[in-house]
T-cell receptor, first 110, second 114 residues
Framework: GQQVMQIPQYQHVQEGEDFTTYCNSSTTLSNIQWYKQRPGGHPVFLIQLVKSGEVKKQKRLTFQFGEAKKNSSLHITATQTTDVGTYFC??????????FGSGTRLQVQP | GAGVSQSPSNKVTEKGKDVELRCDPI?????LYWYRQRLGQGLEFLIYFQGNSAPDKSGLPSDRFSAERTGESVSTLTIQRTQQEDSAVYLC????????????FGQGTRLTVV
């Protein structure tokens, strides 16, 4: 079945440093979504990428979708303590339910 | 309602007992998902309902797990003869059109089997 792998599992950065998480799917995706889960909270939608090679920005966050539509990345520039949480990618093949990656837990040291 | 509502928010049960978890999706959302999240882990897909189509039950871990949904409204997830490994947060999400649209999550039900 479809698998979505995410690395790293955990990253600890100093405030102001950059952060990147990578997502790889075993199958071609129709779209990929990114979610953020704060400690003790539930996942909250950040963005959806649909087109091959697409790049989208939200303030300090940059999202990319690979040319083959099988991988994606989320890059945060100059992290802040408010960025703390777990970031999940979720792959959609258009044929079944969203498949979530295992997540990357980000810790930001002030 | 304003968002996806799940109840109870917390449930402690004895091993071997049955539990029923409830999810009220956002009104008008056709698709509904159940996920399980163990402590510090990712989201494990359980089951997916989309309109009147047959549900995708491929993620249910055993026959002790079942779920129902009436039309496009409330869903219940039932776990029979609970085991300690069932302890987790059970998250429900709904989407307005199914695949390819943003999933809105409830706050989850934290299940503890003692």
């Amino acid at each position: 079945g479809q698998q979505v792998m995410q690395i790293p599992q955990y990253q600890h950065v100093q405030e102001g440093e950059d952060f990147t998480t990578y997502c790889n799917s075993s199958t071609t995706l129709s779209n990929i979504q990114w979610y953020k889960q704060r400690p003790g909270g539930h996942p909250v939608f950040l963005i959806q990428l649909v087109k091959s090679g697409e790049v989208k920005k939200q303030k300090r966050l940059t999202f990319q979708f690979g040319e083959a539509k099988k991988n994606s990345s989320l890059h945060i520039t100059a992290t802040q303590t408010t960025d703390v949480g777990t970031y999940f990618c979720a792959g959609d093949t258009g044929r079944r339910a969203l498949t979530f990656g295992s997540g990357t837990r980000l810790q930001v040291q002030p | 309602g304003a968002g996806v509502s799940q109840s109870p928010s917390n449930k402690v049960t004895e091993k071997g007992k049955d539990v029923e978890l409830r999810c009220d999706p956002i009104s008008g959302h056709t698709a509904l998902y159940w996920y399980r999240q163990r402590l510090g882990q990712g989201l494990e897909f359980l089951i997916y309902f989309q309109g009147n189509s047959a549900p995708d039950k491929s993620g249910l871990p055993s026959d002790r797990f079942s779920a129902e949904r009436t039309g496009e409204s409330v869903s219940t997830l039932t776990i029979q003869r609970t085991q300690q490994e069932d302890s987790a947060v059970y998250l429900c999400a709904s989407t307005p059109l199914g695949q390819g649209t943003e999933a809105f999550f409830g706050q989850g039900t934290r299940l503890t089997v003692v």
